[in-house]
């Protein structure tokens, strides 16, 4: 069993939706969680950095962590077009990830204008 | 702010090669780097993570003296695939993290990647 599980999609949605992209993890050693999004050709961009379960929420982005159930959530109100990327859910044990992450195989989103 | 510039961006060489790829932090100085290998439909997998002016930690796997890491300043890391085969060929791709700051104000920044391809 992987260590971390993303369903890699694609994912296609209309404009306007609200996107819900998903991990679950097997080691409870992790307590810190981010998610990345990625470009075609370009290096994963950090978007959320969460470390405790809850929500936090950022312009029209969310994350979501469940502990208990070592699941966490990214979700996106109101999609553009330009969010199409492969967003990437990554978690390390060490704060800031400073002992290396671990990531999903990514997920690939698109958004149909 | 918070550039990570990698180079080459894609290389292809004969088998037996040996292939350097840089990770340069633009605009901060990177206490720690990370290198990540990625085969296709496969997630990003940390290989080592290296810290300035100590050796390298490798994860398991992860083969030393084929994969030579130097991290001689806090702004330039290098990765070195030593006689380079087939089986090398993969998306490489590194991460500096801030020595400035805690937690979320320390994330981890990323180069766009090196595309290896070894005949």
């Known amino acids: 069993q992987k260590e971390v599980e993303q369903d890699p999609g694609p994912l296609s949605v209309p404009e306007g939706a609200i996107v819900s992209l998903n991990c679950t993890y097997s080691?409870?050693?992790?307590?810190?969680f981010m998610w990345y999004r990625q470009y075609s050709r370009k290096g994963p961009e950090l978007l959320m950095y969460t470390y405790s379960s809850g929500n936090k929420e950022d312009g029209r982005f969310t994350a979501q962590v469940d502990k208990s159930s070592k699941y966490i959530s990214l979700f996106i109100r109101d999609s553009q077009p330009s969010d199409s990327a492969t967003y990437l859910c990554a978690m390390s044990a060490v704060r800031g990830g400073a002992d290396g992450l671990t990531f999903g195989k990514g997920t690939h989103l698109i958004i149909q204008p | 702010g918070a550039v990570v510039s990698q180079h080459p961006s894609w290389v292809i060489c004969k088998s037996g090669t040996s292939v350097k790829i840089e990770c340069r932090s633009l605009?901060?100085?990177?206490?720690?780097m990370f290198w990540y290998r990625q085969f296709p439909k496969q997630s990003l997998m940390l290989m080592a993570t290296s810290n300035e002016g100590s050796k390298a930690t490798y994860e398991q796997g992860v083969e030393k003296d084929k994969f030579l890491i130097n991290h001689a300043s806090l702004t330039l890391s290098t990765l070195t695939v030593t006689s380079a085969h087939p089986e090398d060929s993969s998306f490489y791709i590194c991460?500096?993290?801030?020595?400035?700051?805690?937690?979320?104000?320390?994330?981890?920044?990323f180069g766009d990647g090196t595309r290896l391809s070894i005949l």
């Open positions: 605009d901060f100085q990177a206490t720690t």
């Open positions: 991460s500096a993290r801030s020595q400035i700051g805690t937690g979320e104000r320390q994330p981890q920044h």
């Open positions: 080691n409870s050693a992790f307590q810190y």
